[in-house]
C-alpha cells in the first residue's frame, strides 16, 4: 500500500514538473518525422496481463514490423531526434510516468517484457511477473544504455539474449526476492545517480 501511494503522489509531481519538457519533445518529435509523438508497445506486466507501455516515439512509424524488439543504438529505424532522446538521459521513457499513475507499472519494479521475450521465461523467471514492472530495477543501473552494447551488431537479438538477457534476468529474480521500500529508495537514488 505504502509504495502503490508513494507510486503515484511521485508520478503525479514529476508529470507536473517535466509538463514543459513533453511539450518541447513532442513538437519536436512532429517536426522531425511523421506519426505520432507516443509509442504505446505492447508489454506484459503484473500477473501476465498485458499492457501498452508509453514512450515517446523515437523511430519510424511501423518500426516493429521492420526490425526485432532488440534495438542497437545505430538502428537505421531510430529517428534524427529519437536519438536524442534515447540517449544517456533516456527522455523517451518519461511517459512512463502515465503507466505509474494508471497502475500498469511502479516507478520501481523488472522492467517489463514483449510478449515473446516472457514466452522464453523458465518456471523460475516467471516469478518476475508477480511483481508489477517498473521504471528502473537493478537490471537498468547495470545495463543503462542496452543499446550502446548492440551497437554494430549483426543479429541484436542473437546478442540480447546472450550479452544482455542472462544477467538482466539475474538482477530482476535478485529484485524480486529482496524488494523493499527501502531497497526501492535505494534503486531510485542509485538510477538518478546513473542518469544525471
Known amino acids: 500500500m ?15 514538473i517535466v509538463l514543459p519538457v513533453f511539450v518541447v519533445v513532442a513538437v519536436l518529435i512532429k517536426a522531425d518525422s511523421k506519426g505520432p509523438v507516443f509509442y504505446r508497445g505492447l508489454r506484459v506486466g503484473l500477473r501476465g ?9 523515437t523511430m ?9 524488439p532488440s534495438t542497437p543504438a545505430d538502428d537505421p ?18 511517459p512512463q510516468l502515465i503507466n505509474v499513475v494508471k497502475g500498469d507499472m511502479s516507478l520501481v519494479g523488472p522492467r517489463p517484457e514483449v510478449p515473446e521475450y516472457v514466452a522464453l521465461y523458465s518456471e523460475e523467471e516467471k516469478a518476475i511477473l508477480s511483481l508489477r514492472p517498473g521504471l528502473t530495477d537493478y537490471a537498468s543501473i547495470w545495463d543503462s544504455n542496452e543499446g550502446e552494447i548492440l551497437r554494430g551488431s549483426q543479429d541484436p537479438e542473437k546478442d540480447y539474449m546472450e550479452k544482455i538477457r542472462p544477467e538482466k534476468m539475474r538482477l530482476q529474480l535478485k529484485y524480486v526476492r529482496e524488494h523493499s521500500f527501502w531497497i526501492d529508495l535505494k534503486i531510485i537514488l542509485q538510477t538518478l545517480k546513473t542518469v544525471i
Open 2 to 16: 505504502l509504495k502503490r501511494l508513494f507510486d503515484i503522489a511521485s508520478s503525479a509531481i514529476g508529470l507536473v
Open 49 to 57: 496481463k498485458l499492457f501498452r507501455m508509453y514512450k515517446f516515439r
Open 60 to 68: 519510424v512509424v511501423d518500426a516493429d514490423k521492420l526490425g526485432g
Open 77 to 94: 529505424r531510430i529517428t534524427r531526434i529519437g536519438g536524442l532522446l534515447r540517449s544517456k538521459f533516456k527522455l523517451d521513457e518519461l
